[in-house]
């Protein structure tokens, strides 16, 4: 079955120029969705293409995309939730809350430090296989034992699968519920937003099949700069892959994050799913209330977006380099996003997902076409967004950096 490139949904007067940008990133090789909130109302909710080709099966409104890492961004809005509720406090010791992650040097770790990527726990030493990475308590105890791989607050990397485990068995430790069960309970059941971490099997047929763009099969863009060195390139693809547990390669077929056990165990640092229009829900709600939901006050979202990590990481790769507050990502050249008052979380292969306080707006586009070196998609729509609202992309970072200051 062929499938077209017919845009479906709707679109509020004044953003027909940002559903114009949509259409312009639609390709026939997949599906992707985009929906804007603003003042907590709708203004554009639009999808197109295919949520799998090989099975003949259209995009629908409520079709679902592996969001990969924005997943951290539904996480980070759970711990501040919970300092807002006064249950958790980001400066004080991991340990307060789960003492045996004190262990192998760890106890001085704060909350803070290990959301910013900066606990020196972006792997593990050890190989872990599929069945023990779909294990969120066999994962948290094995974070507990090991030893950070740098000295913890030193430098920041990556902690692209290990954030999960450790946000996630914060918030098990502190409210009893695994991050699933509360994002559901607190966020997306409230708000009928479709979002998963583990996703029921009754709905994973509503979730796209993977498929890879040309760019995920090209070498990536030659640089000037200095090479990577061969052994920070193995600790990076560790971080991805955790060795054994999931393949380099983001598309696979049948496995890694296109895995139906892997969609419904829900990997809590990259395996959520959710469609546009639950993100921008949620994502919304964060800045303005949204029946009745208000997860995050204006004190919590300025103290969780102060710049904690930026710049070359422990293990070097070329930039530009994105930017971390407190489990937020923040403008950067990487990821402009819409403003400096904007912060959400981007997520592999072209998703992306954030709130902006100053606009009141929230942002969700996910695609089942994943690009990897180059993809402006969503960034191009970003962009048209921002010139609607007479907010164009931020690009003195150099600037902004140094008035949030790292603490």
């Not at 296989?129 to 779909?134: F, H, N, S, V, Y």
């Not at 559901?184 to 009754?202: H, K, M, N, S």
Request: include cysteine; proline fraction near 7%.
């Amino acid at each position: 079955m062929d499938f077209d490139t017919t845009i479906h949904g709707m679109v509020a007067p004044g953003y027909e120029s940002v559903a114009e940008a949509f259409a312009s990133t639609v390709s026939e090789s997949g599906g992707s969705a985009l929906a804007v909130r603003v003042d907590g109302l709708t203004v554009l909710d639009l999808w197109h293409g295919a949520a799998d080709r090989e099975r003949a099966v259209p995009w629908q409104h409520d079709t679902m995309a592996m969001v990969f890492s924005c997943t951290k961004g539904l996480l980070a809005i759970m711990i501040g939730h919970l300092v807002q509720e006064g249950r958790l406090e980001l400066d004080l010791p991991v340990a307060t809350y789960w003492p045996e992650f004190a262990a192998a040097g760890k106890s001085a770790i704060t909350v803070r430090q290990a959301l910013s990527h900066r606990a020196g726990l972006a792997t593990l030493r050890d190989d872990v296989d599929l069945g023990a990475a779909l294990d969120d308590a066999a994962m948290a105890a094995r974070l507990a034992e090991e030893a950070p791989l740098w000295s913890p607050d030193a430098a920041y990397g990556y902690h692209a699968l290990t954030y999960g485990w450790l946000a996630g068995e914060i918030i098990r430790r502190v409210t009893g519920e695994t991050p699933g069960a509360r994002l559901r309970r607190t966020l997306a059941g409230p708000l009928a937003a479709d979002a998963w971490i583990g996703v029921p099997e009754p709905d994973l047929p509503r979730v796209a099949r993977l498929a890879a763009g040309d760019s995920l099969s090209a070498p990536p863009p030659m640089t000037t700069e200095r090479a990577i060195d061969p052994e920070d390139a193995r600790w990076m693809e560790r971080a991805m892959t955790l060795g054994t547990a999931f393949p380099a390669s983001f598309v696979v077929p049948g496995e890694g994050f296109d895995d139906p056990r892997v969609r419904q165990a829900g990997v809590p640092g990259a395996g959520g799913a959710a469609s546009a229009a639950g993100l921008a829900a949620i994502w919304s709600a964060t800045v303005v209330p949204v029946s009745g939901v208000e997860p995050l006050d204006a004190a919590v979202v300025a103290d969780m977006t102060r710049v904690q990590s930026e710049g070359e990481p422990v293990w070097w790769l070329p930039g530009p380099y994105p930017r971390w507050g407190t489990g937020f990502m923040l403008p950067s050249e990487r990821r402009p996003f819409l403003s400096d008052a904007s912060f959400g979380h981007d997520g592999a292969g072209g998703q992306i997902a954030f709130a902006d306080s100053r606009h009141r707006v929230g942002f969700g586009y996910v695609t089942s076409l994943l690009e990897v070196h180059s993809d402006d998609r969503g960034d191009s729509i970003v962009r048209a967004l921002g010139r609607v609202l007479g907010a164009p992309p931020r690009r003195d970072f150099e600037v902004a950096a140094e008035e949030n200051g790292r603490s």
